[in-house]
């Protein structure tokens, strides 16, 4: 495998921020980051290729772990090739590895929808899928968002084992309602399998948080959207968020799902290591509104104010966000850079336990991305390996 220097760059390690830098990936894993001053004293063989990113920022790899679908692709497609040109598409945008995202569906098409889409995984040609996320079935019919209610089951954990087999052993990551009866053996049950649990579509109490926090449910989905608010007297599931530094948190950077000014509320409350960046982004993203009807989830919505809504009702129903634009919005509603990029690349990857990704280290997969001061991406290598690249 071919190596490449990366050079003339303000780095981001996934520590901190480091100007007139230089990266070394070899055999498709990070090798070196070192100075310009370094750079320029060493001498290269004609294996390794050097590339002038201009005073571009690098940044380990974005990590998108809650997307339903980009570009016209989605895991509702239940098609291994639908979700293979998502992972394509998205290394377009910077991302280099996602965990495609299932709505909760009848069992049996849910159940073919996670072996279709886990077909998927090691035939990626951009972005590295890390494993699947299921956005339920075990979730509340009160937060419904725009879930379907007859999609939805009560905990069974019969159904459990039989979406691991489907899936082949690679459910990285689940939202679950913590309030549901018999939830606790189902997280027990995650856990040897190594499942993230998050909470989110939920009702909860603040009790039923505490619970669930005890059993390992630890991540959140989309804070502040599909779950029980803030009141004085309960502090319910977006209470216990805030107040429990040991939770992270999905958080949606549009300005349309969160208002921006809480983010300042966030970043006040919640520890910079705990908050993840997510698009929740929907199988329309990234096409014209304009070249004719949208669908998502087998319904059709239309790209309004935005977000993507139902065309039926007028709920929202997910984001056109892009990791890169995310990063940008949390910049612009008071987030330095390197919590931006902390909350799009090491984050993920910590809360998902991929240790080899979200930093550039000596040893760590070779995954990054390249893009200016304007937010413009100009180069996105995964494993080493450019899938995109600008300066050539």
């Known amino acids: 495998m071919a190596s490449v220097c990366l050079y003339n760059a303000t780095v981001y390690t996934g520590f901190a921020l480091m100007e007139r830098c230089a990266v070394l990936i070899e055999g498709g894993v990070i090798a070196d980051v070192f100075s310009q001053r370094r750079f320029e004293q060493r001498r290269f063989g004609q294996e390794v290729q050097l590339v002038d990113v201009a005073g571009c ?3 380990p790899g974005f990590i998108d772990t809650h997307i339903h679908g980009f570009g016209g692709f989605g895991t509702d497609d239940m098609s291994a090739d639908s979700v293979i040109e998502m992972s394509r ?4 945008q910077g991302v280099t590895a996602f965990n495609p995202t299932l709505y909760p569906a009848e069992r049996p098409r849910l159940i073919e929808a996670v072996k279709e889409v886990s077909r998927a995984i090691g035939k990626e040609s951009g972005a590295r899928i890390m494993g699947l996320h299921l956005e339920g079935p075990f979730i509340s019919p009160e937060r419904l968002g725009v879930q379907r209610p007859e999609t939805l089951s009560p905990v069974d954990l019969s159904y459990m084992e039989a979406l691991w087999e489907a899936s082949n052993g690679h459910i990285v990551n689940m939202t679950v309602a913590p309030e549901l009866k018999n939830m606790r053996d189902l997280a027990l049950y995650c856990t040897k399998k190594g499942i993230v649990l998050q909470a989110g579509h939920t009702n909860a109490q603040y009790e039923n948080m505490v619970e669930g926090m005890q059993v390992g449910i630890l991540h959140t989905t ?15 599931a977006v209470g216990a968020v805030l107040i429990h530094p040991e939770m992270s948190c999905e958080i949606i950077a549009d300005g349309v799902h969160v208002h921006p000014d809480l983010f300042k509320l966030l970043k006040r409350d919640k520890p ?8 929740d982004a929907l199988k329309p993203t990234g096409q014209n509104p304009a070249e004719g009807p949208l669908y998502a989830n087998g319904e059709e919505v239309t790209w309004k104010e935005g977000a993507f809504h139902r065309k039926i009702d007028d709920v929202i129903a997910g984001s056109g ?3 890169i634009r995310g990063v940008q919005n949390l910049v612009r509603f008071g987030f330095s850079l390197e919590e931006a990029l902390q909350a799009a690349s090491t984050n993920p990857a910590n809360v998902m336990r991929f240790k080899r990704l979200g ?4 040893g760590n997969e070779g995954d990054l991305v390249v893009f200016d001061k304007d937010f413009t991406i100009h180069a996105t290598l995964v494993r080493g390996l450019f899938k995109k690249n600008n300066f050539v």
Do not use: E, G, W
């Open 272 to 279: 910079s290591d705990k908050i993840v960046l997510v698009t």
């Open 359 to 362: 930093t550039l280290v000596p």
């Open 57 to 59: 920022y690098i940044a």
């Open 321 to 323: 966000l892009t990791m």
């Open 89 to 92: 598409l998205l290394a377009q």
């Open 222 to 236: 989309h804070l502040f959207n599909a779950m029980s608010k803030l009141d004085h007297r309960n502090p319910n």
